[in-house]
């Protein structure tokens, strides 16, 4: 019974240090994939960029991932999808889920759907402005909202009036 027990420990032992190992391991590599990801935006971004400077301190190298992040969205438009989740903004710069609230909150003053809503707005404001023949539900929709009444609630809240009558003002 006793050399069950020992064997049965020394077991835990190995399983609990490979999960260690694995665990570094991958921590390790998102870190490294994090800075790759950070070196391959700055060679895409003019010299005169204000994230072309190096990295002096946490803070900055944390707001130079805000605005690459923030500049992938919108340049892809990626807040289009109306399947843009939490997991899709983590996966794109490599980041946990506390960091990716901490920047969210830090750098945009709200949660990632407070985030993306307000860019589907503006992108549902440009939209009417340049397209006013459109229906409204068309452009919740284009917009990336999956929920028409959604849209309708954020615009008002927004702008203070509907899109219909915000329409109308045109």
């Known amino acids: 019974m006793l050399i069950w027990i020992v064997f049965i ?7 609990i240090g ?4 694995f665990f570094i391991r991958r ?7 994090e800075q790759e990801f950070i070196d391959s935006q700055k060679e895409e971004m003019p010299e005169d960029a204000p994230w072309a400077a190096k990295v002096e301190s ?4 944390d707001r130079e991932l805000f605005e690459r992040l923030h500049h992938t969205i919108v340049e892809r438009q990626l807040f289009l999808d109306p399947n843009f989740s939490r997991d899709t903004f983590m996966e794109l710069g490599l ?20 985030y993306i809503n307000a860019l589907r707005l503006e992108y549902a404001e440009k939209l009417i402005q340049e397209h006013p023949e459109l229906q409204i ?3 919740a929709l284009e917009s990336g909202f999956s929920n028409v009444r959604t849209f309708y609630r954020l615009f008002w809240e927004k702008n203070g009036v509907t899109p219909s009558e915000y329409k109308e003002k045109l």
């Open 9 to 15: 420990a020394i077991q835990l032992g190995l399983v």
């Open 18 to 21: 490979i999960g260690i190992y």
């Open 27 to 33: 921590y390790q590599s998102y870190s490294r994939l």
């Open 58 to 61: 946490d803070d900055q190298r």
């Open 95 to 114: 980041l946990n889920r506390n960091k990716a609230a901490r920047l969210l909150k830090l750098y945009a003053g709200t949660n990632l759907s407070g």
């Open 137 to 139: 539900k068309v452009v």
